[in-house]
């Protein structure tokens, strides 16, 4: 009888906590998983001089290939800056949606982790935020940005300067939602680096550099597929004729970082890398005429030929990317069982 009783104040008294904005119960969850994160990040990414290209691939690859992080993420989850008034809600906050592989192969890496982290339930986004102690490696080369983050000073300072890593938590799931960086957390950087002067940026979100290379290189899977992939050149081709395609049809008017068009949640196509995260959305989107819009946010279809077309170069570029993953798959375990 006396435990029955006991039973039923636990529960009552659990009610009443997510009523009051409490941690709901599966908190642990959340929290086994933040701590876990916070190793994996210190262990695959510690600090390095911020301009170490050897600890940048080395993080990079970690978090790409089979990571704890790749595989918390919802399969969209939002990346940007932490909004400067802390009390800004999520919702009111300017995020890009990025699929996973796009933030571990791209984002992430550029940062690194000394392990430490507080976690805490957030009622009013009734998610767990857990704050890692991060710095920013801002003396990479220009092409391992997955693009000019510099385009806007105000952002390349806020990267430069980050001093917290912040990884929002969904307590049901227990799945990373939202990822945001910050120079407005309570501790320093773990890596003091001087700031870096970067050249105006000219407008392209792609280049060529001195030596006649495309850049961003990060964004042509450099690094995160082997060199010796055979579907590399493919990749190249048909993202450029898919690139074509979505001129003509209009894409790139919103669906670049500057984000001309002031969307909450933006959605990047401007690289191979960033297309290839987004390419069953938008073969759907384009499918179902969802997209193009007019500047009234009006869904405006495309004529039929350009329609067929863009669906065309898509598909031919959707299988050379999976392709080209399948590849690396198959590749990592014969590797593996070599070894
Ligand atoms: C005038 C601005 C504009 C143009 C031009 C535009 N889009 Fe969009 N796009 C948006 C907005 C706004 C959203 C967010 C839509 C939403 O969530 O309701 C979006 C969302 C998307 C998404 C994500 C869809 C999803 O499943 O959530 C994809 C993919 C996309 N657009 C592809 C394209 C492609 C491809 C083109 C060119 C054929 C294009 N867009 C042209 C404004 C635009």
């Not at 996973?100 to 507080?118: E, H, I, K």
């Not at 407005?184 to 002067?197: D, L, M």
């Not at 193009?292 to 570029?317: C, N, V, Y």
Request: hydrophobic fraction near 40%; charge should be positive; glycine fraction near 6%.
């Amino acid at each position: 009888m006396r435990t029955v009783i006991i039973l039923l104040l636990l529960t009552l008294s659990a009610g009443a906590h997510s009523a009051n904005g409490e941690p709901p119960a599966p908190s642990q969850k959340a929290e086994r998983l933040a701590a876990d994160l916070a190793r994996e990040l210190a262990q695959l990414c510690p600090p390095a001089q911020p301009g170490d290209q050897a600890a940048f691939e080395r993080c990079r690859r970690g978090l790409y290939q089979d990571s704890l992080l790749k595989g918390s993420f919802v399969p969209y989850a939002l990346w940007g800056r932490r909004a400067k008034d802390a009390a800004t809600p999520l919702k009111e906050t300017t995020l890009t949606q990025f699929a996973p592989d796009v933030l571990t192969g791209m984002y992430l890496p550029l940062f690194m982790f000394n392990g430490r982290y507080t976690v805490e339930y957030e009622a009013r986004e009734r998610m767990f935020l857990v704050r890692l102690e991060t710095a920013f490696r801002n003396r990479l080369a220009p092409g391992q940005f997955p693009y000019p983050f510099w385009h806007d000073e105000a952002k390349w300072s806020t990267y430069q300067g980050a001093n917290t890593l912040l990884l929002w938590i969904d307590p049901k799931t227990a799945r990373i939602k939202v990822g945001q960086y910050t120079d407005r957390g309570a501790t320093a950087p773990i890596v003091a680096s001087e700031r870096v002067q970067q050249a105006k940026f000219d407008g392209k979100w792609m280049w060529t550099d001195a030596d006649g290379r495309e850049q961003p290189q990060v964004t042509l899977f450099d690094g995160l597929f082997s060199a010796d992939n055979p579907f590399l050149p493919k990749l190249d081709s048909t993202y450029k004729t898919l690139a074509l395609r979505m001129r003509d049809g209009q894409c790139d008017r919103c669906h670049v970082p500057d984000n001309p068009h002031g969307m909450k949640r933006i959605v990047l196509l401007q690289t191979p890398a960033h297309a290839a995260g987004e390419i069953q959305r938008l073969m759907k989107a384009v499918r179902e005429d969802k997209m193009p819009r007019d500047e009234t946010d009006i869904e405006q279809p495309l004529d039929d030929q350009l329609k067929s077309a863009l669906l065309e170069s898509g598909a031919a570029f959707e299988a050379v990317v999976q392709n080209a993953k399948d590849w690396e798959a198959r590749h990592r375990i014969a590797r593996r069982s070599r070894q």
